[in-house]
């Protein structure tokens, strides 16, 4: 039918209640409400898979050795001073578009509630290991320093350079409250080694290896990606074309 005057005119609430089913069986309008649909039902399902959970592993299965990748040792005068003072005088800054910036020590790190999970990660060249992580979750943290509404990503600043750059990462703010997205402190029941990134390193478990970010020294909450390094939102994204979302 075509829609009349009268139909877009109608005074009381039954008539317009009576345009409306008019509305809904007229062809186009129709396509329309589905096609609404479709994307309520893609809007959805999208976010649901943002929030399915990564696969846990038993005690059993956890990798006899957890290889060690890109930064092996941040090795600055800075970070070694660090490592000689067992990280005592390390603090994680907390920043950006946060209503309480933060300066965090090691010990009130160990003082949150942790979680521990077995999970296994996968490096984009092509190995993956499984091992136990446990730390607070990097939710927690985040509503320590409270979030401000503007925010939509936190990127990770480390203490390692390659080639002089400070590694850098970041994630969305899906990602950075999901339930296993946690600031780990430990590796299989130990202190993080230098090598997997001691004191404190991100577990974004749904994602490839190179968002692991190692050595994190400061969080920053920030609205928008473009003014982090060359805008792609990490080293690897803005050096070779690693994707942003390193979805598994
Ligand atoms: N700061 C920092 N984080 C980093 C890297 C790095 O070079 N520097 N390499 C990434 C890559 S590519 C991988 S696979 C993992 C390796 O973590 P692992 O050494 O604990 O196995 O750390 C990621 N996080
Ligand atoms: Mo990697």
């Known amino acids: 039918m075509i829609l009349s005057r009268r139909h877009l005119v109608a005074g009381g609430a039954g008539l317009l209640l009576g345009a409306c089913d008019k509305v809904q069986n007229w062809a186009p309008a129709r396509r329309i409400l589905e096609s609404g649909d479709k994307i309520n039902w893609h809007l959805q399902r999208a976010l649901i898979?943002?929030?399915?959970?990564?696969?846990?592993y038993r005690p059993d299965q956890i990798s006899p050795v957890f290889r060690q990748n890109g930064s092996q040792n941040p090795n600055t005068p800075?970070?070694?001073?660090?490592?000689?003072?067992?990280?005592?005088?390390?603090?994680?800054?907390?920043?950006?578009?946060?209503r309480q910036p933060l300066a965090l020590s090691l010990a009130q790190l160990h003082g949150l509630p942790a979680?521990?999970?077995?999970?296994?990660?996968?490096?984009?060249?092509?190995?993956s290991a499984i091992g136990q992580w446990r730390g607070p979750l990097l939710g927690t943290v985040l509503k320590l320093a409270g979030v401000r509404p503007e925010a939509r990503f936190v990127v990770f600043h480390c203490a390692d350079q390659i080639g002089g750059t400070p590694y850098y990462e970041s994630i969305d703010l899906i990602d950075a409250f999901h339930p296993q997205t946690i600031l780990a402190l430990q590796l299989n029941g130990h202190l993080l080694s230098v090598g997997h990134g001691a004191p404190a390193r991100l577990r974004v478990e749904r994602q490839l290896g190179y968002k692991q970010a190692k050595y994190v020294m400061a969080i920053e909450?920030?609205?928008?990606?473009a003014g982090i390094g060359d805008g792609k939102g990490g080293y690897w994204e803005d050096r070779i074309d690693y994707d942003w979302y390193a979805g598994i």
């Open 78 to 98: 800075a970070y070694n001073a660090l490592v000689a003072s067992g990280f005592a005088d390390w603090r994680l800054r907390v920043g950006g578009l946060v």
């Open 115 to 127: 979680r521990a999970q077995i999970t296994r990660h996968d490096c984009v060249e092509g190995w």
């Open 49 to 56: 898979d943002r929030a399915a959970l990564a696969p846990e």
């Open 221 to 225: 909450a920030v609205p928008t990606l």
